[in-house]
């Protein structure tokens, strides 16, 4: 609660547009870069360490073309709808100022999480490893136990019953092919309490 709490204080201070553009690139940089060489390069290690490797290729291959391009899509759009409806970035110390139900939202509460796990089972798949699959799998669990842990007590303290009508409405990770109305009505005409700064943070992405 008190990493909950730290985050929902930075969404109250006042960050300049190139603040927060630093922090979206950052991010960027984090998770869509040096992650993925530092999971490659030590999923490779450990699978010719121990001599073992994926098989099915080229099956391998033509699974991951598809999961790259959906990973990549759901990662670059949750990153723009942030940036450009909620003014802000996924990072925690620069949050946006709005709550973001549209676009990639309105599918799922976590498009950026799933666009990041998506991305990297390509990469486990690209490179035949069953290390980088299980360590694709490890990732996101704790991304996802942060996430509920962490960033949806921190929506709830600046959102309320804005954010728990959404919550509700909105699954977790898995989209939902039929939206409900409640994302698009709460865009339009829901206001945070007043004494709370709508955003959204990291991985509640």
Not at 74 to 82: C, I
Not at 155 to 172: D, I, N, S
Not at 183 to 199: C, G, I, L, W
């Amino acid at each position: 609660m008190k990493l909950a709490s730290f985050i929902a204080s930075q969404a109250r201070r006042k960050r300049s547009r190139r603040w927060k553009a630093a922090a979206l690139l950052l991010g960027l940089a984090v998770y869509g870069l040096l992650i993925p060489l530092a999971l490659v390069y030590t999923s490779l290690y450990i699978d010719s360490t121990l001599d073992i490797k994926l098989p099915l290729q080229p099956l391998n291959t033509a699974l991951a073309i598809p999961l790259l391009a959906a990973g990549l899509l759901f990662m670059l759009w949750s990153a723009w709808a942030q940036w450009s409806i909620g003014k802000g970035s996924p990072v925690p110390i620069a949050p946006t100022q709005k709550l973001v139900v549209t676009g990639p939202y309105r599918y799922c509460r976590n498009p950026m999480l799933l666009g990041t796990a998506l991305y990297y089972l390509s990469l486990a798949l690209f490179t035949s490893s069953p290390t980088g699959a299980m360590l694709t799998a490890l990732i996101a669990a704790l991304l996802a136990l942060y996430v509920k842990l962490v960033e949806e007590k921190e929506l709830e303290l600046r959102f309320g019953e804005e954010y728990l009508r959404y919550k509700k409405t909105t699954p977790f990770l898995i989209p939902s092919m039929k939206p409900g109305k409640h994302s698009v009505k709460t865009q339009q005409s829901s206001k945070p309490p007043a004494n709370q700064a709508a955003s959204r943070s990291s991985y509640a992405t």
